[in-house]
């Protein structure tokens, strides 16, 4: 899920010197009119800067007070990423104006994102207290769309809604949401839409309930943190939802305080396509677009449910998990048995659930009926197969209404002698997705490997085991432990053991157990054109592996445009698309790709094949990855020469996870700060504080305990002052 944020970032310290002005959270949602005709005019062509430009309302980042009633739990907030003692880095907790009671509920919610609750004391407010809060209010916005949010500097509880004459039971109301199309209009032929900015003001924040919609899309692929889209008119506009609460994020288990927060002890899974359901909770704009429905990208509008109540199923075809796959790697005497976990309406009747599977060396489908357990889950085998078969499978399930439901495919992999080559990792049959057949799993493995990359030096480590370098024969180790410090290039191990796992698209090797062979010598690049690898299922089967591209010329030297990511493209003669480099390496300068010019022809570039936030891409290592006189990397420290300016390099890598690089260039000796803020003006780290000589220097940055999100740095020296934007992606 690549989010192109951008946030209004307060001054913190001098809006809180300020005396708060009193208002109603109707002030602090409302947008200019003029910012909604102009936005209402752009329709489709919106420019997402210009977008970034307007979403700013008058009392952003000004200290306001106002007095509200508490509609979430501020225990059950599980947006921040928790600390080594379970307690999130803030919590989301949202709000009504308490005047909504005379003057409506339009346009009174709004979201408080506290990061410093166990001082605010909003960690002890529950749902119906009264609260006065003191804060800031600041503008969340992504590619598209806003969230007014609020940094309470201070909360003062005042008692439980009960105790005030002027509310009654309504305050905690949602307010009735007649169809998606009023949260987002639609906006393109193809199922784009764009948030409804004539609604911008009184949706923002708000608390709402839609009735009858229905479950249009969903992506378990997507877990530990399921997305899925609902709609009111057949699909012609969604809302999205958005897992803000413990109740709906699937990735909390056991990294939350449990004695403290709410934490589920049951993983959420979204109801099926056509299902029919009643669905509350919060209006936000989130930057969230994970089915790219929104136009411009992420301009949509999502909805917050918090507690498991606000969602109610009414109607659903039955559905059915996907079937388990055997937890070892399978010999050709195993016959192997699955299951599948099935639910039906309780207004239905389920008639069938049956295993479909085929084989990658016998393509027809055999189907076997699957029996019934008595526990909701059903079960089938499938034969034993020969050495080397890939074996693909899912599950039916249909009810007495004739609805019929198909699980996501599975896959498993028979070999003899488990795994000794890293294509048996790799290698994938095609016909389901493409995962390994072995990811997820821990297992036992003899892999005589090469490693090609230098790890010392990039901090990529990848290895090779095939010297003729045929497709599936490298593949990348996750970065940790002393692996980046052990190993070098042209090292020979002996993999014993390790867990496969895919990440973000990408299968590699984490928690590896090996020895060390010997050194063995490189096998050299893999020389391909770029047009071969827009065959994906080419690029897959290249990833892990050293590529080299010759007569190069750059397509364009920013792959993301507007927003840039340090990514560009290159192409072999005849292709106008070409593929993406990648400043991923420890040693390539995040800038690199500024000083590119489209059409630019370069005799080769070379480096490590991967693949992340849905693209295949290049990372080349070192300088030597480039034809001389190219752009040079990043200097080491201690043989910079003196610079003659003040500058402020974007970190590298970017985006990153969780570590990463800032470099910067002092003129002359003096007093340095360096700081890291949230965006929402809050200082998260302070990377140096000291008095430096003239120089080049780096800092590196580890925001292990910190949520994903744009964080801006800032570099001062004496009166000199630089920012600049970076991403971390978890």
């Given amino acids: ?45 919106v420019d997402p800067g210009r977008l970034a430009e307007l979403m700013v309302p008058t009392l952003a980042n000004q200290s306001v007070r106002f007095t509200a009633v508490v509609l979430s739990n501020p225990r059950t907030s599980g947006l921040g990423n928790p600390d080594a003692n379970g307690f999130p880095s803030r919590i989301h907790v949202y709000v009504r104006d308490t005047s909504a009671a005379s003057l409506g509920n339009e346009g009174m919610g709004i979201q408080l994102v506290d990061g410093a609750y166990q001082t605010t004391g909003l960690l002890n407010a529950a749902i119906g207290d009264v609260i006065t809060v003191v804060g800031i209010p600041a503008t969340f916005t992504g590619s598209g769309g806003a969230s007014m949010q609020l940094e309470p500097t201070s909360i003062e509880l005042l008692g439980p809604y009960t105790d005030f004459a002027n509310l009654s039971d309504a305050i905690l109301d949602p307010e009735p949401l007649a169809s998606t199309a009023d949260a987002n209009k639609s906006v393109g032929s193809n199922g784009e839409v764009q948030t409804n900015w004539a609604n911008l003001n009184s949706l923002n924040g708000q608390y709402v309930r839609l009735e009858g919609a229905t479950v249009q899309v969903r992506d378990l692929a997507s877990d530990p943190r399921p997305n899925w889209l609902i709609t009111t008119d057949g699909g012609t506009t969604v809302l999205n939802f958005y897992d ?39 209006i936000v704009f989130q930057g969230d677009d994970p089915f790219s429905r929104g136009m411009p990208n ?14 109610e199923v009414t109607e659903s075809p039955p559905e059915a998990s996907t079937p ?133 030096v990039s901090g990529l480590v990848a290895i090779q085991d095939d010297a003729s370098l045929i497709p599936w024969t490298g593949i990348i180790l996750r970065t940790e432990g002393t692996l980046t410090t052990d190993l070098q290039r042209g090292d020979v191990i002996l993999v014993t053991r390790a867990r496969i796992e895919e990440s973000f698209g990408l299968t590699r090797l984490r928690d590896v157990v090996y020895t060390d062979a010997g050194t063995g010598g ?83 570039i070379q480096g490590l094949w991967s693949f992340s936030f849905s693209n295949h891409k290049l990372l080349p290592e070192t300088q030597a990855d480039f034809p001389d006189g190219f752009p040079p990397v990043n200097v080491a ?94």
């Fill in 1 to 45: 899920m690549l989010l192109g944020l951008l946030l209004a970032l307060s001054i913190a310290g001098q809006a809180q010197a300020q005396d708060p002005q009193d208002v109603t959270v109707r002030q602090i949602n409302e947008y200019p009119q003029a910012t909604i005709d102009e936005l209402d005019a752009a329709g489709a062509g």
């Fill in 244 to 282: 803000m609460s413990l109740n709906y994020r699937n990735d909390r288990d056991g990294g939350y305080n449990e004695s403290e927060f709410n934490v589920s002890s049951e993983d959420f899974v979204p109801p099926p396509p056509g299902a029919t359901i009643n669905l509350q909770g919060f």
């Fill in 298 to 311: 992420g301009a949509l509008l999502s909805i917050v449910p918090f507690e498991k109540a606000d969602l």
């Fill in 324 to 456: 388990s796959k055997p937890d070892f790697v399978p010999t050709d005497a195993d016959a192997i048995t699955v299951t599948s976990t099935v639910s039906v309406d309780p207004s239905r009747t389920l008639t069938s659930v049956v295993l479909t599977y085929f084989t990658s060396v016998d393509q027809t489908e055999q189907t076997v009926s699957m029996t019934d357990n008595g526990d909701g889950t059903f079960s089938a085998t499938i034969p034993a197969q020969d050495d080397g078969t890939f074996v693909i499978y899912s599950a039916t399930a249909t009810d007495n209404t004739g609805a019929e439901f198909t699980s996501r495919p599975q896959e498993y992999r028979v070999l003899n002698g488990g795994i000794t080559q890293i294509s048996h990792i790799q290698e994938v049959s095609g016909f389901a997705t493409d995962a390994s057949p072995v990811a997820g799993l821990t297992l036992d493995m003899s892999l005589s490997v090469t490693v090609m990359t230098e790890p010392g």
């Fill in 522 to 604: 490189q096998f050299g690049y893999k020389t391909v054109t770029t047009d071969a690898l827009q065959d994906r299922d080419i690029a897959e089967a290249h990833e892990g592996m050293m590529l080299r591209f010759d007569d190069v010329t750059v397509v364009t030297p920013q792959a993301d445009a507007p927003s840039d990511f340090g990514e560009f493209r290159v192409g072999s003669a005849g292709d106008a698309v070409g593929v993406r480099v990648d400043d991923a390496s420890s040693a390539i300068s995040s800038q690199l790709n500024e000083t590119l010019t489209e059409g630019q022809e370069l005799a080769f």
């Fill in 637 to 730: 420290v201690e043989d910079a020469e003196v610079p003659g300016a003040f500058a402020l390099a974007q970190n590298y890598p970017n985006p990153f996870n969780p570590v990463t690089t800032i470099g910067y260039e002092l003129a002359a000796t003096g007093p340095v700060r360096l700081e890291v803020f949230d965006m929402l003006g809050r200082r998260v780290a302070v990377l140096v504080e000291q008095t430096l000589p003239a120089g080049v220097y780096e800092a590196r940055f580890d925001a292990a305990d910190l949520a994903s999100g744009l964080y801006l740095y800032r570099l001062t020296a004496g009166k000199q002052v630089q920012t600049r934007k970076m991403l971390l992606l978890k």
